[in-house]
């Protein structure tokens, strides 16, 4: 290690033993609470319905336009001033969705992952507050002033921007979890049918492979027991409605066919063939698309 990622480690690392922080973070809870309060908004904010995490999609689009507005600056400093005001606005008018997408994914996270966030979004927020200035001053005449205020938010842009990726790739924040799966077509058997209660899952292991099966509404139902957001054990979770419910951070996965009903998982689980003989219940690797429950009569 050289010693500047040596110097940004131990800011980095000082940043997650921060406690302060925990105070910014008790402020941005509830609001984050209320944007991801319905089904349907946390499912788009997360990504869920392009099966992709959409905030690290967002970000290019502010990051792109400021970046553009102070190359444009430096290559064309007369001719380019209203494209270059143009560009700004529409950075700003980009970070707000971007922004909604941010604290969604934020309040998923715990821990000093939590810390780095709120870090984050204040460089973030700070980058987005020199470049509103950025904009009035060009909307004023004053280009130099909205130059330099640009390159100021440009600055606090990258420090996010670092913390983004360290939040992204060391400590993976976001990242969907591998989930094992059962691929040979054979029956095991997995649990007893008195052992199913309706509307409690139940955990079963099957070479290492883990399970969460559900007894609901006369039906059993076989899903990969390991959340594809961040890992959780769905055999812990809860059943509402006709969705499985991770217990960590909520995700919800259709009985049926493992696909998500909510965020922030963005992709399905894998879910499994059931069937009853006599008092056992077998479950096998789906073997065509429409998954049939074993029904209990």
Request: proline fraction near 4%.
């Amino acid at each position: 290690m050289n010693e500047l990622s040596g110097r940004l480690s131990e800011i980095v690392e000082r940043l997650e033993n921060l406690s302060a922080l925990d105070a910014a973070s008790r402020v941005i809870e509830p609001v984050a609470q209320r944007l991801t309060k319905r089904d349907d908004v946390k499912r788009v904010l997360s990504g869920t319905p392009i099966g992709h995490r959409l905030h690290p999609l967002l970000t290019d689009l502010p990051i792109g336009c400021w970046t553009a507005a102070s190359l444009v600056d430096a290559c064309a400093w007369s001719s380019g001033r209203h494209a270059a005001r143009r560009l700004v606005a529409f950075g700003i008018l980009t970070s707000l969705p971007t922004a909604a997408t941010g604290i969604s994914d934020w309040n998923d996270t715990y821990g000093g992952t939590r810390r780095l966030g709120v870090v984050h979004a204040a460089a973030n927020g700070t980058a987005l507050a020199f470049q509103i200035a950025s904009w009035r001053a060009r909307r004023r005449g004053h280009h130099l002033r909205g130059a330099l205020l640009g390159l100021a938010g440009l600055g606090a842009m990258t420090a996010g921007g670092y913390l983004g990726g360290h939040l992204v790739y060391v400590k993976r924040a976001g990242v969907n979890a591998e989930v094992p799966a059962l691929t040979d077509d054979a029956w095991h058997t997995v649990c007893r049918v008195d052992e199913l209660v309706d509307g409690e899952p139940i955990g079963a292991t099957v070479d290492g492979v883990r399970l969460a099966l559900v007894r609901h509404r006369g039906f059993v139902y076989a899903l990969a027991a390991v959340c594809s957001h961040a890992g959780g054990p769905l055999d812990r979770g809860m059943v509402r409605g006709e969705t499985l419910v991770c217990p960590w951070h909520g995700s919800a996965f259709f009985l049926p066919d493992g696909a998500v009903e909510r965020g922030p998982a963005t992709t399905p689980v894998p879910v499994y063939e059931t069937r009853v003989r006599g008092d056992l219940v077998e479950v096998r690797a789906r073997t065509h698309e429409l998954v049939v429950a074993h029904a209990l009569v």
